[in-house]
């Protein structure tokens, strides 16, 4: 049986998105008479904000004080980059005065979709980090390497769509209509909790009647995400796709030309290259990308260290600016590449329930790992600004604006809220510098499981060594966990941090690196929880964790 694919199709989220409205539409007609009142008391006249994660929830407390509730809608211990909201989420939003979001693409498109859609008119929306930088916070592009032999495919929109009415609520839908080859194809993102969202699959073949439904991935403009792409016998795949910018959820979609990509799997891709004429990808970052600015579907790649290309590369566009700042990508005309998989990724195809898309659990298939753990869509800055204290600051004056901006009458105490506790985290700077002095320059070296700590590393003048991926599936196979340890082995470090709550949740790289005698440390990164329920009580656990196993006494 086929299994319907994680990633919303159109249909399915406006089902969903019609039956979210007539909840609320209830909910509201029913505080007329009593039967479903808001949760803020009218006659208090304290503003209602609907925050994000609870760290940003934190942060809105702080500066609102007496004068705010703040209603936190994706719960510690969840990923925001996955979470989707509960019908009572989508009540706070419709009673907001305030929403605070971090975005940069931090939270699931569908938080920011439902945000847009329910919020009352009148209402404030924040994108702090996107603000940030009015009140002298300090963003950087995310920088993403995995250092893997073999190509790092994912799927990008470039550009915004604005010249088409794009906002960020709208959304790209990029379809596989066909697959051309000796056997079948597939491509899943793994989420956080390891079970596939499939983004198209050729087993049970492609259904142009539905327009591809469920072999379509939906991205926000501006977006891109990381997968898996699977093969099941060695040779030659074309696939073909095709894309559509839908603008409005209720707008007919913009449609984009056709285009098509080659694969070699498993088989001698130079001589294939040289036979068609055509580049051959081997390893490094790319996505298939919807240009809206140009209306086309190419391959962007990240540019080699000197900014130039690789010497034949099919060059369309070298992306001097991205979102404003300096990027690194460049644009490929997609049909003149060769993708190269080699044999090398021939691995076992995951056992248990839900795998079966791929194929039989007691073969094996072809892999371009996803190399990341869990959903990973996101943009081409790094969204994790509030890692460097300085920029929560400038998240606390953004958040003050819009209070006093809302709320005049109390502004005053706003302000004085903003500065006492802006005093607060200089105090708590402080704090956390004088924790991490002890530790050598030379082992400032951090190795992660998540692309969340560039501020940090920015910040107190560490190095970002390296990423450490489990492998899909319920269960990592000998040769998973060899590769796992020889990779610790060659990055000779002491310690591997994980998400507190990931750890559970991913036990195979703990489990190796105690084997190897590798220390498994705790640094928090999205959320908190109840050993740090607060964000000066997250920053002072990091600091301790990073000092107690990078520092003098790490060894013992």
Request: proline share 3%.
């Given at each position: 049986m086929r299994m319907h694919r994680g990633l919303d199709s159109h249909a399915g989220e406006a089902v969903k998105i019609a039956r979210i409205a007539v909840a609320v539409l209830s909910c509201v007609l029913a505080a007329v008479t009593g039967g479903c009142a808001p949760h803020v008391d009218a006659s208090s006249q304290r503003l209602s904000i609907v925050a994000t994660t609870g760290i940003l929830a934190d942060l809105a407390r702080n500066v609102g004080g007496d004068y705010v509730d703040v209603h936190q809608l994706i719960p510690n211990g969840a990923d925001p980059h996955s979470w989707e909201l509960s019908l009572r989420g989508i009540r706070d939003i419709a009673y907001a005065d305030?929403?605070?979001?971090?975005?940069?693409?931090?939270?699931?498109?569908?938080?920011?979709?439902?945000?847009?859609?329910?919020?009352?008119?009148?209402?404030?929306?924040?994108?702090?980090?996107?603000?940030?930088?009015?009140?002298?916070?300090?963003?950087?592009?995310?920088?993403?390497?995995?250092?893997?032999?073999?190509?790092?495919?994912?799927?990008?929109?470039?550009?915004?769509?604005?010249?088409?009415?794009?906002?960020?609520?709208?959304?790209?839908?990029?379809?596989?209509?066909?697959?051309?080859?000796?056997?079948?194809?597939?491509?899943?993102?793994?989420?956080?909790?390891?079970s596939p969202e499939i983004a198209f699959a050729s087993r049970d073949g492609f259904n142009a009647g539905n327009n591809w439904e469920t072999d379509t991935s939906i991205l926000p403009v501006g977006a891109h995400q990381h997968m898996s792409w699977v093969f099941t016998q060695p040779g030659v795949y074309t696939l073909h796709f095709r894309a559509r910018l839908r603008v409005t959820a209720d707008a007919e979609p913009i449609e984009l030309p056709a285009s098509q990509v080659t694969f070699a799997?498993?088989?001698?891709?130079?001589?294939?290259?040289?036979?068609?004429?055509?580049?051959?990808?081997?390893?490094?970052?790319?996505?298939?990308?919807?240009?809206?600015?140009?209306?086309?579907?190419?391959?962007?790649?990240?540019?080699?260290?000197?900014?130039?290309?690789?010497?034949?590369?099919p060059l369309r566009e070298a992306v001097e600016e991205n979102n404003g700042l300096p990027s690194t990508l460049a644009s490929l005309d997609i049909e003149r590449v060769l993708i190269d998989v080699p044999s090398r990724t021939l691995r076992e195809i995951p056992k248990g329930r839900g795998w079966e898309f791929i194929g039989s659990g007691d073969g094996q298939a072809y892999l371009l790992p996803q190399a990341v753990l869990g959903k990973h869509v996101h943009g081409d800055i790094d969204p994790h600004a509030w890692h460097d204290i300085h920029n929560a600051q400038a998240y606390v004056r953004v958040i003050e604006n819009a209070l006093s901006t809302r709320d005049p009458e109390h502004s005053a105490q706003y302000a004085a809220n903003a500065s006492a506790y802006i005093a607060k985290l200089d105090e708590t700077d402080r704090e956390v510098s004088q924790t991490i002095a002890g530790i050598n320059p030379l082992d400032r070296k951090l190795v992660t499981t998540h692309d969340a700590y560039a501020y940090l590393a920015r910040a107190y003048d560490f190095e970002i060594a390296g990423y450490l991926s489990a492998q899909d599936g319920t269960e990592a196979s000998i040769a998973d966990r060899k590769r796992i340890a020889e990779t610790l082995k060659n990055m000779k470090i002491s310690a591997v941090f994980l998400e507190p709550q990931k750890r559970k949740r991913h036990p195979v790289i703990a489990q190796v690196a105690e084997e190897n005698g590798v220390r498994v440390c705790g640094l928090y990164g999205d959320t908190l929880d109840e050993d740090a329920p607060t964000y000066i009580d997250m920053m002072k656990a990091n600091a301790r964790s990073l000092s107690r196993c990078l520092g003098k006494d790490h060894t013992s």
């Open positions: 305030i929403a605070v979001t971090n975005y940069l693409m931090l939270e699931d498109h569908s938080v920011i979709r439902a945000l847009d859609a329910n919020l009352p008119k009148g209402a404030l929306s924040l994108s702090l980090a996107e603000e940030s930088a009015k009140f002298g916070g300090s963003l950087i592009p995310l920088v993403e390497d995995r250092s893997l032999d073999t190509p790092w495919l994912g799927m990008r929109v470039y550009g915004d769509g604005s010249q088409s009415g794009a906002t960020r609520s709208s959304q790209v839908e990029l379809s596989v209509t066909d697959v051309e080859g000796p056997g079948h194809a597939c491509a899943y993102i793994t989420t956080s909790f390891g799997v498993g088989i001698d891709s130079e001589k294939l290259a040289r036979e068609r004429g055509l580049f051959l990808l081997r390893r490094g970052h790319s996505d298939i990308t919807v240009d809206l600015k140009s209306r086309a579907l190419t391959l962007m790649v990240d540019r080699e260290k000197d900014g130039g290309v690789p010497e034949g590369a």
